[in-house]
């Protein structure tokens, strides 16, 4: 039995470098389930926009293109701060890992704070399928189909960046009871990988919803 | 196996997962794999009985061609909660789940899973996801088929369709988490000298289904939730009266329920390569075709999905291609079954019960796959499209295969998992009751859904009755089949004879340690340096 070692490696391992190697298999495993999961609403989405380019492109053009070009360049930033976080857990920079945490959390929620504007401007441009949709257009079913995969896509991602925040947030808690250090970090790291993919599925919706065929 | 340890006296008292903690708090708060294992088995016993009562009533109901047992409404609701409950919630966790978790670190010489803690949560999660379609059932059922067809799942039933689309999203998340704590466990957590070509077959079947759970449940997921979505808000994602395409739903819902299948035969087969090697006493014949055979019916059967949607207004050029994607993964089956037999070819077989398990599945596995073939081929599967012929296939498949080496694994492993032996001639009559009357229940849907009787109907012209007759009567003496298991395996509980380690005289790491299995399962790491299924070593050692 390892309970002896170091306390930090669970009874199921021999080393904690094997503990290490099965963690990181473990999420990459993990994100191959999200890539599937977003990629399922991609490829409905792509299929319906191929067989009403007009109609989706209308409906690109109700969204504000600035807002998420913004929001897009908050998310970037976001991504070099959590890297930078993980950087200062691998020197064991306690203090680092807590500042850029907090700064990773804090754009995480400007992205959320701009996602409720934009989601508010759609309510009153009675953009909501299901709830107040109503456009003037001969394809007005197709353009509320657009908006359902809009609110489907840019929800799941929402609630993807409420759970990354919600990481994030215990690993300051962790870290500022000095659970990390450079022999251990692991958590952060991995929190890393998701914090970047869920940017990432940010870099591929935008363009597939706001810019692609808009006039 | 007549081994007369007297039934009071303990070999290695308090030194088991059974003994190792007492109370309902050790068992619900436990991360032993093995003893998640049991929490799996209760509950999946449990949905198998549910399940089973709603085939009596379907097929009570069919007994005579007028609709006399049951209201059409109801009986839709029977055949959907039928299919619901035996699919979501016995088949795809039965052999993982239970064997797999179980049987699985030990295999590969390991304490426990990667992730215990997370080998808990999957069993909460499945343990909500079936409360959810209790709930549904207390809220007056679902009607849909347990293939949700849209638009009729999300605009026109009346039935508790939102609550079950939860259910069963729900259960897909310990379907997932399950698969990633397999994957990485057969990755990370083998004892030293056990290489990939070491493990045991059992082992490469669940990588393989692992790998399906992973890649295939996140997509029914979305599209069951896309569902809920519809129905919700009264939106159209999938309804063609505002614009969506139905035909969407059905690739999405296929892309994952297809390649279900597999997960859910896939466990069997490895099951099958264990025993059939353990009791005709040779290694598996051609060992690396067997493996790959697993990861190519893995693979093609991410491939096939539109072979259920021939008249499903999809291209003719499709259904070509699906066709001939779908004849291709006959070809890894096949190499399964004449590797099993060509295992046995002069072999020192044996007659245990598993064994006859396993006698049955490679007989109703290969009725089963060949009807498939029927079925996979574009102009044949018009005519027997929606009919019992495709009910006959499978049932042939899950409960002649799946179920069929679900019980060749419980009755392999019992003495394993419990320490307790059961009554061989028990078991060897329900073996032989369950094969005949499984025969007579789903033959004759053959004979009957090839004269054109759809399934889905509780109402059928007065000609189909013989078959109806005969099936039902089948069904009767399956379920007294079923039942026996319940009460000899309970009943070795208490009284039966304790196992030795290695009652079967088998090979692999699970036998090497004690019937039940200490806690932490191995003292220290074994060191592998032998093949899998090294049954010629064992038998110079033995003589």
Known sequence: MSEGHSGLVAHQFETAEQQKETVNLGMWAFLITEVMMFGALFSAYGFYRAQYPAAFAAGSDHLNYFMGAFNTAVLICSSLTMALGVQAAQQGKRKGIILFLLLTILLGGIFLGVKVLEYADKYEHHLMPGINFSVDSPFAAQIELFYCFYFAMTGLHALHMIVGIAILGTLVVLSYRRRFSANYYNPVEMAGLYWHFVDIVWIFLFPFLYLIGRS | ?543
């Open chain 2, 1 to 543: 196996m007549s081994n007369t340890v007297a039934v009071a006296s303990h070999p290695e008292p308090d030194n088991n997962y059974w003994t190792a903690g007492y109370g309902l708090k050790s068992w619900l708060l436990t991360t032993d794999h093995k003893r998640i294992a049991i929490l799996y088995l209760i509950m999946i016993s449990v949905f198998f009985v549910i399940g089973g009562l709603f085939a009596v009533l379907i097929r009570l109901e069919l007994l005579t061609p007028a609709g006399d047992l049951v209201s059409s409404d109801t009986y839709n609701k029977l055949f959907t909660l039928h299919g619901l409950v035996m699919i979501f919630f016995f088949l795809i966790p039965s052999i993982p789940a239970v064997m797999g978790n179980f049987l699985i670190p030990i295999m590969i010489g390991a304490r426990d899973l990667a992730f215990p803690r997370i080998n808990l949560l999957s069993w909460y999660v499945f343990a909500i996801g079936g409360m959810t379609t209790f709930a549904v059932v207390l809220f007056g059922g679902v009607d849909t088929g347990w293939t949700f067809y849209t638009p009729y799942s999300s605009t026109y039933s009346k039935t508790a369709v939102g609550l079950t689309a939860i259910g069963v999203f729900i259960t897909g998340f310990s379907s997932i988490l399950t698969g990633l704590n397999f994957v990485v466990t057969i990755h990370k957590m083998r004892a030293p000298g056990l290489t990939w070509f070491r493990l045991p077959l059992f082992v490469w079947a669940h990588y393989a289904t692992s790998l399906i759970m992973l890649i295939g449940t996140p997509v029914v997921a979305i599209t069951i939730l896309l569902v809920f979505l519809e129905r919700v808000f009264g939106v159209g994602i999938f309804d063609p009266a505002l614009g969506g395409d139905p035909v969407l739903f059905q690739h999405l819902f296929w892309f994952y329920s297809h390649p279900a299948v597999y997960i859910m035969i896939l466990p069997s087969m490895g099951v099958i390569s264990e025993v059939v090697a353990c009791f005709s006493r040779k290694r598996i014949f051609g060992y690396g075709f067997v493996a790959f055979s697993s990861l190519a019916i893995a693979v093609l059967g991410f491939l096939i999905w539109g072979h259920h949607m021939f008249t499903s207004g999809q291209s003719i050029l499709a259904g070509m291609v699906f066709s001939i994607l779908t004849m291709l993964v006959a070809i890894p089956s096949a190499v399964k079954v004449f590797n099993w037999t060509a295992t046995m070819y002069k072999g020192s077989i044996s007659f245990e019960t598993p064994m006859i398990y396993v006698f049955g599945f490679l007989g109703l596995f290969t009725v089963g796959g060949l009807t498939g073939l029927f079925l996979g081929a574009l102009g044949l599967d018009v005519h027997v499209h929606d009919t019992y012929f495709v009910v006959a296939h499978f049932h042939y498949i899950m409960v002649g295969g799946a179920i069929m080496g679900y019980l060749a694994a419980l009755h392999f492993w019992w003495p394993k998992i419990t320490g307790k032996l059961y009554s061989e001639a028990w078991a060897k009559l329900s073996a032989i009751i369950i094969f005949i009357g499984f025969n007579l229940t789903f033959f004759p849907q053959f004979l009957v859904g090839y004269l054109g009787m759809p399934r889905r109907y509780h109402v059928y012209p007065d000609e189909f009755q013989i078959f109806h007759i005969l099936s039902t009567a089948g069904a009767s003496i399956l379920a007294i089949g079923y039942a026996f298991p319940a009460f000899y395996l309970i009943w070795s509980l208490f009284r039966g004879e304790a196992a030795p380690a290695n009652p079967w005289n088998a090979k692999g790491l699970e036998w090497t340690v004690p019937s039940p299995p200490p806690k932490h399962n191995f003292d220290t790491i074994p060191v592998v340096k032998e093949e899998a299924y090294d049954y010629s070593r064992l038998e110079e050692e033995v003589v």
